[in-house]
């Protein structure tokens, strides 16, 4: 009984962290659950990696997700590591996107295609999955607006549930950007602001923080600090 408590515990934290958690971790959206419509330049590459908190027991989540630039498309792998009270899990899989509108950086709209699956890495059974259409319309030089809309398939059971969500994104100048969104997936709404800071042209860092609504009025809290580094392969 014990052990079927903590896997609950578990599976609430894929949302109470990472809400992205199913093969999410696409180029720029970083630890944000509303991605953009963009992929990488031809011939760059790129990883991301974040750590999480939220709740009270805590649930501390780690992410890695490296990507590169394979001739149209991005091609990624994201892996990710859950804990709480002493119970982990593990899981990862594969990502491509492809931006099939808007494919310059100052294009004015963008739209895109991202799929993912998961897999239970420690444990097996049956894979999970993410299918979402990324839209970006950005008005001027310095704001940009991103919308989501697309499903996700549970590991383990393959139950679907949509995933959908809004974003906007304010550059203050070339170091420092806001973003605030408001997400729903896996049947809960997410709200999350923070900002990115560009040490360097290709290396930012993300801080952000969030409330999760859960069933009967409660909200879970948390905090992400992500760091993205982007490189040149050939």
Not at 98 to 113: H, I
Request: with cysteine; charged share 15%; proline share 5%.
């Amino acid at each position: 009984m014990k052990n079927n408590k903590r896997t609950a515990r578990l599976q609430l934290a894929a949302f109470t962290v990472f809400t992205t958690l199913s093969g999410t971790g696409a180029h720029a959206a970083g630890h944000f659950d509303v991605d953009d419509a963009g992929t990488l330049d031809p011939g760059q590459c790129q990883y991301e990696t974040w750590w999480g908190r939220s709740g009270v027991e805590p649930v501390v989540g780690l992410h890695v997700g490296p990507a590169c630039r394979v001739g149209p498309v991005e091609l990624g792998l994201n892996f990710d590591r859950l804990s709480v009270q002493g119970v982990h899990s593990v899981t990862g899989g594969p990502q491509i996107k492809w931006t099939f509108a808007g494919t310059a950086a100052d294009a004015p709209f963008s739209a895109a295609v991202s799929m993912g699956a998961v897999a239970d890495l420690r444990r097996g059974g049956r894979m999970g999955g993410q299918l979402v259409v990324p839209l970006t319309w950005r008005p001027t030089g310095s704001l940009q607006f991103h919308a989501n809309l697309g499903a996700d398939w549970a590991l383990g059971t393959g139950a679907r549930t949509p995933r959908g969500g809004l974003a906007v994104e304010w550059a203050l100048n070339d170091a420092v950007s806001l973003i605030a969104e408001r997400n729903r997936a896996g049947g809960v709404w997410t709200s999350r602001v923070g900002g990115r800071f560009s040490l360097t042209p290709l290396i930012s860092v993300d801080i952000s923080a969030s409330r999760t609504g859960l069933p009967g009025g409660r909200g879970v809290r948390g905090v992400v600090i992500g760091l993205n580094h982007e490189f040149t392969w050939k």
